[in-house]
């Protein structure tokens, strides 16, 4: 009995904690529905639509298959950003998933996701986007492996200025670039049209599909899906700015489901550009698909074309991923004691610059200790549980929740949920056959955030035995 009581006295003195810092400086409402698309689509469209051609072309031979194969990886796509669509109407509270997996199963399960996605999986995805970025402006600069990690850096440094300067910068950066990365995909289309006489695809495209759809073909289809959903990644990201959109019942949801259908849409046509101009036997062994479809294309040029879309495609997705993890140590900072000063948002700026400036410092030390690319593999299996679990927190917070407004809810419930649940079920299934060291050291690095859970509540303890 003295157990439960004490619980519920904890619960009310965070209530209160969170009540109270919503009387002080808060989150500005500045995002339209065009600014919280832009923001998915420059989340999902990165540098993977230019890199992972040539893995997918490695484990599937036939055009027919590699468009399949896309298909399906944007419908559980879709499936998952339905869900999350239904969560964030219901919900519209910063944090997006930290918030609906703390309301559908408790504060501990909310905080071990924070601690793996933001503190592990998050900051490593800034400073490999940071990466990337150096990486392929270092083709105009030729800089040396010092100078990229220094404008890796940089990048970091200056968008992370251009988001503690207020929303509406960082919005204004996020469309700029959201809409160079779309005009650099269509450009790549309307270029694979123009010189479609030189792309041989009367032959490339020809031998379309296996003549047996056998389980062979299934196994390939689902060795790319690792592949491609990476590269449809990012269609949450609107829910995580729920609080800095004007109407997010009705926005953030639209926000999600057309972010990824345009990007859909421009996926599947790109591909079949690239497969029209390099036989997918060749683009097996290609580095990057794109700078070989462009070259053929246009010559020369081709490289130094792609090398600048992926330049500005990279730093748009960088400002995104910057602005949405702020929000995501922000929600964690009002809930937990223990991260309670990134839970502060600045009164000049409105913006969490605490958490913005943790963020960018911790991104720094990946990038200059180059252990960034092992962290995000152990990570990813466990953030898709998570990802499951959120598929499965629709049930929960419909009966959680029975009365709780759902302006939008999944369609095709209670199919599509069990789909998305289903299909992030059998991506962990084989990550963790293909690669079981990495899978486990990302167990252990959720178990790590147990003692931290843990410290912070005793902390919140202390704070209510003071009172």
């Known amino acids: 009995m003295k157990t439960i009581q004490g619980t519920n006295l904890l619960q009310t003195s965070i209530s209160q904690e969170v009540a109270k810092n919503r009387t002080s400086p808060h989150l500005k409402r500045d995002m339209r529905l065009f600014d919280a698309t832009a923001l998915v689509i420059g989340c999902i469209i990165g540098a993977g639509i230019f890199r992972v051609a040539s893995p997918v072309a490695g484990v599937l031979q036939y055009p027919g298959l590699v468009l399949l194969a896309w298909i399906i990886g944007g419908l559980i796509s879709l499936s998952g950003a339905l869900c999350y669509a239904e969560l964030g109407a219901a919900f519209p509270k910063s ?35 940071g990466f990337v970025f150096s990486e392929y402006l270092g083709f105009f600069t030729h800089y040396g492996p010092v100078g990229s990690k220094i404008a890796a850096s940089c ?163 960088l400002n995104g991923y910057i602005l949405t993890s702020s929000r995501i140590l922000f929600a964690i900072g009002e809930d937990h004691k223990l991260f309670a000063e990134f839970g502060k948002i600045n009164s000049r ?43 499965l927190a629709v049930f929960v917070l419909r009966a959680k929740y029975p009365d709780t407004p759902r302006p939008f809810k999944v369609w095709g419930y209670p199919v599509t949920p069990l789909v998305f649940i289903a299909a992030m079920t059998a991506f962990i299934g084989s990550v963790w056959t293909q690669n079981p060291k990495d899978t486990g050291w990302g167990f252990l690095l959720l178990i790590a955030g147990i003692p931290l859970y843990a410290i912070s509540q005793m902390m919140t303890a202390r704070l209510l035995t003071r009172k």
């Open 349 to 391: 700026f409105l913006t969490p610059v605490r958490a913005l400036i943790f963020n960018a410092g911790w991104a720094l030390v990946l990038v200059w200790t180059g252990t960034l690319d092992s962290i995000v593999t152990y990570s990813t299996v466990i953030i898709s549980i998570f990802y499951a679990m959120a598929g």
């Open 155 to 317: 990048a970091i440094l200056g968008l992370t200025a251009c988001n503690i300067a207020g929303i509406h910068t960082a919005k204004n950066v996020q469309n700029f670039f959201s809409s160079l990365k779309v005009l650099a995909l269509v450009a790549i289309i309307a270029t694979g049209i123009i010189f479609w006489g030189k792309s041989g695809a009367s032959t490339n495209l020809t031998n379309w599909l296996p003549q047996t759809f056998d389980g062979s073909a299934w196994m390939g289809i689902g060795m790319a899906l690792v592949f491609i959903l990476w590269t449809y990644g990012g269609w949450t990201e609107s829910a995580y700015v729920a609080e800095e959109i004007k109407n997010p019942q009705r926005d953030l949801p639209l926000s999600i489901i057309l972010g990824l259908a345009l990007t859909t849409g421009l996926y599947l046509i790109v591909n079949l550009v690239y497969m029209a101009y390099v036989p997918l036997a060749e683009m097996a062994g290609q580095k990057l698909a794109a700078v070989e479809m462009m070259t053929r294309a246009i010559g020369s040029w081709g490289a130094a074309a792609i090398s600048l879309m992926v330049v500005c495609s990279t730093f748009g997705a």
């Open 95 to 129: 944090g997006g998933d930290y918030v609906y997996l703390t309301k559908a199963y408790g504060r501990f399960t909310g905080f071990l996701f924070g601690w793996t996605k933001l503190f592990i999986e998050r900051t490593g995805t800034i400073a490999i986007l």
